[in-house]
């Protein structure tokens, strides 16, 4: 029966293993680590905000899913959502730059790659400003200075503690040089917010490079990361060309940063909202008492 081998009677090519693996585990309660290839359950990956308790795996996820975790529910209200990336430059590459902005606005689901409002964490309310690494490489354009800026100004304006959650490839390109002056915008926002004397935390995640790690949160008064999360400004390949050397296997990585002094704390996504939650009880104002601690605020 050797007429039968050829390509129209010959068996279909059955698919890689792997792919059948996926797409079995798609229609059960497992879930697919993509690092350790280790088989977890769905309710323990989502429970720990898509992330592998057993190899410290953290998938990078949207701002609203963020806010979602880190929130309490329905507190959560949005500011500054009016402004609008616009295309100041007329900037085309192989696209022109109001196509890239259709296609990253999806429908509707995301509008800029900050989300940026007010909210409350276990009761205690707070300003909260989380990137979107899926809106253009959380890129800092214009539109992203601007929110947060505004943002740290009305957390000055009502004495709010502030959280910022980054995610970014550093400044937009399209916009040129007005996105490099949203360092400067950012930066003296948070210079006016130094009066209210409130908690500034900053939580890096992967990842946050450029003009965005050279900006507001690195002026933050506690700084976490998640682990694994690259930080840095200049890539490692541009360092790497410029040093003419390789660069250790944990460079620009979450832990050797902590390691360096450079951030206070790694803390695992499924403790983030937990710590959140006891950095502001710790740092939230008290009243002052009478007697002798009344005298506390008028020693010179």
């Known amino acids: 029966m050797s007429f039968l081998t ?74 500054n959502a009016g402004l609008r990336a616009q295309d100041p430059l007329r900037f085309v590459d192989t696209r022109p730059y109001v196509e890239r902005l259709r296609e990253a606005y999806d429908g509707g689901r995301r509008d800029e790659a900050v989300l940026t409002g007010t909210g409350c964490i276990g009761g205690i309310p707070v300003a909260l400003a989380v990137m979107d690494f899926d809106f253009l490489g959380g890129s800092m354009g214009c539109v992203v200075g601007e929110r947060v800026a505004r943002l740290i100004e009305h957390a000055t304006a009502h004495a709010l503690p502030l959280v910022m959650v980054t995610a970014s490839g550093g ?11 949203q360092l400067a915008n950012t930066t003296m926002a948070f210079t006016r917010y130094r009066a209210c004397r409130r908690l500034a935390v900053a939580v890096l995640t992967d990842p946050t490079m450029g003009g965005v790690t050279a900006s507001f949160p690195s002026l933050a008064d506690v700084i976490l990361a998640e682990p694994g999360a690259r930080i840095g400004f200049a ?30 704390q790694i803390v695992p996504r499924w403790q983030l909202r937990g710590e959140l939650m006891r950095l502001l009880r710790l740092h939230a104002p008290k009243p002052v008492g009478a007697g002798s601690l009344a005298l506390v605020g008028t020693v010179q």
């Open 6 to 79: 050829g390509s129209r009677f010959s068996r279909p090519r059955r698919a890689s293993s792997e792919s059948c693996v996926r797409k079995r585990l798609k229609e059960t309660v497992w879930q697919f680590c993509p690092q350790c290839r280790c088989l977890v359950a769905r309710d323990a990956w989502f429970g720990a905000g898509k992330a592998c308790q057993a190899c410290g795996y953290h998938a990078r996820i949207g701002s609203r899913e963020r806010m979602r975790q880190l929130v309490d529910v329905g507190s959560f209200v949005e500011l």
């Open 171 to 181: 400044a937009r390109m399209q916009e040129g040089v007005l996105s490099l002056m």
């Open 235 to 264: 890539g490692r390949r541009v360092i790497e060309q410029i040093l003419r050397q390789s660069l250790g296997a944990d460079f620009q990585v979450a832990e050797a940063l902590l390691r360096d002094g450079l951030i206070d």
